[in-house]
């Protein structure tokens, strides 16, 4: 079996849901579908998903939000009438609108796109229809409850040969919509590839898979034809967007790859994502290079330097308790360094230099903001002991300067920080170093 996730790009008007039904059909595997909500048809053109949170929050602000849902309207009835299905989908819309009214929540009316998207893709293909807020669920934290969700949908798959669940949203445990973050169908595909114990999870797009860097920065980057999921998530943070990150884990902790591919060119093979790393032929240790602004390097220092190692235990601890995310680099018995997310950090900032006074050893903080972080991805790459030498002087060659790298004992990664002006020429001088 296939489980197959179709974006908003590849549902965003009628003539995008022929290719789609022509995938589908395409291969008799592919039995459990998830759409996306409309996206955008051409350039300036608005996503449904932006549109239904334009209506939430113009009926929070007390103005009308008619002329907001009837191009909404428009979009899906279009839709219908081009494909001439038999659904009669305003009962639907007139539900939506008289809840909108009524003051549903941002998670609520954000979800109908993919809902109503579902619905017309499962007419269109004569596939069963399941709602996803029956059997995805979050728990009274908010938390996506994957235990409960797995147990559920696993049965409810077992009563259906083939159906179309729509991505993005589920369940709190009283019944109200909550959705997860942008781009969250990715989740959706993933968690049902899990449930439904599939042979591949395919998630179809407007990109023929992943490239080794970003097209707006290198000019006509190679494709990545296989990438591992350990692989795929360091490029993923450090700004890497063709998947979400989040729909990793669902497949990889039971080992269903994932393959990216292009609805409008359905031909091209796409970038696999598996568990286990393949030998590249080209090049020995070099995956892809991506890079991500709004970052600081937070250096803290014990003033009095000693070889324990408590200090940094402390600062860690502290690091943990404020739920402060970074990319941790080598720090000595009295020096602890950290890439933060600016906008985090400064958020947690004046609580997380409370936590750490109560340790009570003198000690020292500097911050160098506006610092972008650079990561070349690739396993093996720890073997290869000139890597670091040829990043520092391709970078050299170019005078930027290098605020700091770390090659961790990993295999995976070497990470760099540049200033974030330098950002864009650093990956390309980094690309054409090593291709």
């Known amino acids: 079996m296939i489980v197959a996730k179709f974006g908003g790009s590849s549902l965003a008007d009628a003539a995008q849901f022929q290719k789609v039904k022509d995938i589908v059909f395409a291969d008799n595997r592919r039995m459990l579908i998830i759409p996306s909500a409309p996206g955008r048809r051409f350039d300036k053109d608005e996503k449904v998903t932006d549109l239904l949170y334009l209506c939430h929050s113009q009926q929070k602000a007390g103005e009308s939000f008619q002329k907001t849902f009837d191009e909404i309207q428009r979009r899906y009835l279009d839709i219908a009438k081009q494909l ?30 993919e809902f109503l998207n579902g619905l017309l893709l499962a007419n269109y293909l004569e596939f069963a229809f399941i709602d996803a807020a029956e059997v995805i669920f979050f728990d009274e934290q908010g938390a996506f409850d994957a235990e409960k969700t797995n147990s559920v949908l696993k049965k409810r798959l077992e009563t259906v040969e083939t159906a179309v669940i729509p991505g993005f949203y589920g369940s709190n445990p009283d019944g109200s919509i909550r959705v997860f973050s942008r781009g969250g169908s990715d989740i959706t595909g993933a968690i049902v590839a899990r449930a439904a114990q599939a042979e591949l999870y395919e998630n179809w797009t407007d990109v023929s898979g992943f490239l080794m860097a970003d097209p707006r920065i290198v000019t006509n980057p190679r494709p990545i034809s296989h990438i591992t999921y350990h692989e795929m998530h360091e490029l993923c943070c450090a700004g890497a967007t063709v998947l979400h990150e989040d729909c990793v884990y669902p497949v990889s902790s039971v080992g269903i790859p994932t393959n990216i591919r292009n609805t409008n060119l359905p031909q091209h093979p796409g970038t696999m994502i598996t568990c286990n790393a393949l030998q590249r032929e080209d090049f020995a240790i070099f995956a892809g290079v991506s890079g991500k602004k709004g970052f600081s390097l937070l250096v803290i220092e014990k003033e009095e330097p000693d070889h324990t190692w408590s200090f940094v235990q402390e600062v860690l601890s502290a690091v943990q308790k404020k739920g402060i995310k970074f990319q941790y680099l080598p720090s000595g018995a009295h020096c602890v360094c950290l890439l933060v997310e600016t906008k985090q950090f400064l958020e947690k900032k004046d609580s997380f230099q409370d936590e750490i006074n109560k340790i009570n050893i003198p000690f020292s903080i500097s911050i160098q903001p506006e610092t972008a972080g650079i990561v070349l991805v690739g396993y093996g790459i720890i073997h290869n002991r000139l890597a670091v030498n040829r990043i520092f002087t391709a970078l050299q060659r170019q005078n930027i300067d290098v605020v700091m790298i770390n090659q961790g004992s990993g295999e995976l990664s070497t990470w760099v920080g540049v200033a974030e002006a330098e950002m864009e020429g ?3 001088a980094i690309y054409e170093e090593f291709l």
């Open 84 to 113: 001439h299905l038999s659904l009669e989908l305003k009962p639907y819309l007139q539900e939506i609108q008289q809840q909108m009214e009524e003051g549903a929540s941002a998670d609520y009316c954000a979800s109908r796109g």
């Open 426 to 428: 650093a990956i390309r």
